[in-house]
């Protein structure tokens, strides 16, 4: 009943809003937004950015600012594509929600019903945990992000066995926490229930009914586009092309597109899956998946100062839910590795917007979209690029200072270097390799390389979650272990060192 009431409030407030509004007075009001773009452009240092607006079924604004390729001075233009990360949760989620259309799963019911091989932490949490709670974030896994972290990606069935071993730290349900593994873990269950893979049912349900034709499912596929972008970040203040270092494809962050393609995307979720006068999208599942299903902590949230006029930030499926200075915003941002995103749309004002960025930091294309809607919605203007930059600056010299206390030293391990070879292994997160090479250690994660740099007598630096590794001694004084500290509120990760076979 009070997800109804809420649907037919959200349906009153956008006729009251479509009475006063036109796409004429829209785009009106985007005028001087290039200023605005281009501004953050030079200040955050970014190469490229694409954005499109769509009100109700009617794109009224798409464009390109900068370059896709900074070093042959190509532009970026609507047509430009782009890794969207996490923003592909939402299509995730809506595969899911399809599958549930079709009765072949409920979503209600424990995820182990349809997916015999995903097994978690306990038998307790393996009987109760559904499909919607992986969708809303509530499993009590923390993210365990480097479960997965690999110089390539780790087969589909591998993950699916390995998460059975990272602990929780909270109880099943009772907070959010993000979580990427569920997600991927998702793609599998959509195989499984439909027998078709989640890139088959991607293609089939979303990118062609939607005419999504400049999108895909797997990273290595962005380069086929005949327009992409290269993804860039900063070096001594200039900006530098990158290189993608490993091929991915998976329910959590793999898919690319462009701005054009995603205001189909937007425009189906703003017409409660209509979409050139089709239903593409379960209606049902459009209007659960963008209400609150999960309460998150409420804003306003010193950690957030730059946001006193955002409230609460709930989870639907695969997307944010929050009231944007007073307007209901569903919204998820996507950031990886040389790439960001943002897809944002304001159901009762029939409003979508999405920026895609070829640098990894999502303020940028959050920043944007901000800008975009306090114009569209006529609200008071706010300087975000002002507010954030200076948040920017007071961490960064927060972290010099910290560095400036805890400066770098060079320390003399008390063994021989070589006692710090081996293979160090735990079942949930793989395989941790260290090797002598010149005197020097050298060590990798998954076939990945990481820093390894001696800290003190025990510990090590490593570009690792929690920023460093631990030697564990046995009883005469062996290494028998390697510890570190990857997740609050759960015990140290232990990779035992595997025994050398003579």
Same mark, same amino acid.
């Given at each position: 009943m009070r997800k109804n009431l809420f649907a037919i409030l959200c349906c009153f407030?956008?006729?009251?809003?479509?009475?006063?509004?036109?796409?004429?007075?829209?785009?009106?009001?985007?005028?001087?937004?290039?200023?605005?773009?281009?501004?953050?452009?030079?200040?955050?240092?970014?190469?490229?950015i694409a954005v499109a607006v769509v009100y109700k079924s009617t794109v009224i604004f798409e464009k390109g600012y900068g370059y896709r390729d900074l070093e042959n001075k190509l532009p970026v233009s609507a047509h430009t594509v782009f890794p969207i990360a996490s923003c592909t949760k939402a299509f995730t989620a809506m595969l899911v929600g399809m599958a549930a259309e079709k009765k072949l799963l409920d979503i209600n019911r424990p995820v182990h019903q349809y997916?015999?091989?995903?097994?978690?932490?306990?038998?307790?949490?393996?009987?109760?945990?559904?499909?919607?709670?992986?969708?809303?974030?509530?499993?009590?896994?923390?993210?365990?992000?480097?479960?997965?972290?690999?110089?390539?990606?780790?087969?589909?069935?591998?993950?699916?066995?390995?998460?059975r071993y990272p602990e929780p730290s909270k109880g099943i349900r009772e907070e959010v926490q993000y979580n990427n593994l569920m997600y991927q873990s998702l793609g599998g269950l959509i195989a499984r229930v439909t027998g078709q893979s989640w890139s088959q049912q991607m293609q089939e349900l979303i990118f062609t009914p939607l005419e999504m034709t400049e999108s895909s499912t797997r990273s290595s596929d962005l380069f086929k586009n005949t327009e992409y972008s290269k993804g860039y970040f900063v070096r001594r203040d200039t900006i530098v092309a990158g290189s993608q270092d490993r091929e991915f494809e998976n329910g959590?962050?793999?898919?690319?597109?462009?701005?054009?393609?995603m205001s189909n995307w937007l425009v189906a979720w703003i017409n409660n899956g209509r979409f050139k006068g089709k239903q593409i999208?379960?209606?049902?599942?459009?209007?659960?998946?963008?209400?609150?299903?999960?309460?998150?902590?409420?804003?306003?949230?010193?950690?957030?100062?730059?946001?006193?006029?955002?409230? +609460?930030?709930?989870? %639907? $499926? !695969?997307? @944010?839910?929050?009231?944007?200075?007073?307007?209901?915003?569903?919204?998820?941002?996507? &950031?990886?590795?040389?790439?960001?995103?943002?897809?944002?749309?304001?159901?009762?004002?029939?409003?979508?917007?999405?920026?895609?960025?070829?640098?990894?930091?999502?303020?940028?294309?959050?920043?944007?979209?901000?800008y975009i809607a306090d114009r569209l919605l006529n609200l008071p203007k706010k300087d975000w690029n002002t507010l954030l930059l200076a948040l920017q600056k007071k961490r960064a010299a927060d972290e010099i200072r910290s560095a400036q206390l805890n400066p770098a030293i060079d320390h003399i391990m008390p063994r021989p270097l070589n006692d710090y070879t081996?293979? +160090?292994?735990?079942? %949930? $997160? !793989?395989? @941790?390799?260290?090797?002598?090479?010149?005197?020097?250690?050298?060590?990798?994660?998954? &076939?990945?390389?990481?820093?390894?740099?001696?800290k003190s007598s025990d510990r090590f630096k490593a570009n690792v979650p929690g920023g460093e590794l631990k030697i564990i001694s046995g009883n005469n004084g062996e290494i028998i272990a390697l510890s570190g500290s990857f997740e609050d509120d759960i015990k140290d990760i232990v990779f035992r060192k595997v025994p050398q076979t003579k």
């Open positions: 407030a956008n006729t009251l809003f479509a009475q006063s509004t036109n796409p004429s007075v829209l785009v009106k009001r985007l005028s001087g937004i290039d200023a605005q773009i281009n501004r953050v452009m030079k200040d955050w240092k970014v190469a490229g997916f015999p091989a995903l097994e978690f932490y306990t038998p307790e949490m393996t009987k109760i945990i559904t499909v919607k709670d992986m969708m809303t974030h509530r499993t009590g896994l923390p993210r365990h992000d480097w479960a997965t972290d690999a110089r390539d990606q780790i087969p589909l069935d591998t993950m699916i066995h390995r998460i959590a962050g793999s898919i690319n597109a462009s701005v054009a393609d999208l379960p209606k049902r599942f459009v209007i659960e998946a963008s209400i609150p299903q999960m309460s998150t902590p409420s804003r306003p949230n010193p950690a957030f100062p730059a946001y006193p006029d955002c409230y +609460f930030g709930d989870v %639907g $499926y !695969g997307w @944010i839910i929050d009231s944007y200075r007073g307007h209901y915003h569903v919204q998820h941002s996507g &950031d990886l590795p040389l790439y960001s995103s943002n897809t944002a749309f304001f159901p009762t004002d029939s409003i979508g917007i999405v920026v895609l960025v070829n640098k990894f930091n999502a303020t940028i294309p959050e920043m944007v979209s901000s081996g293979t +160090f292994t735990h079942p %949930g $997160y !793989g395989v @941790i390799k260290i090797i002598l090479s010149n005197q020097k250690l050298i060590a990798t994660h998954n &076939d990945k390389p990481i820093a390894f740099l001696p």
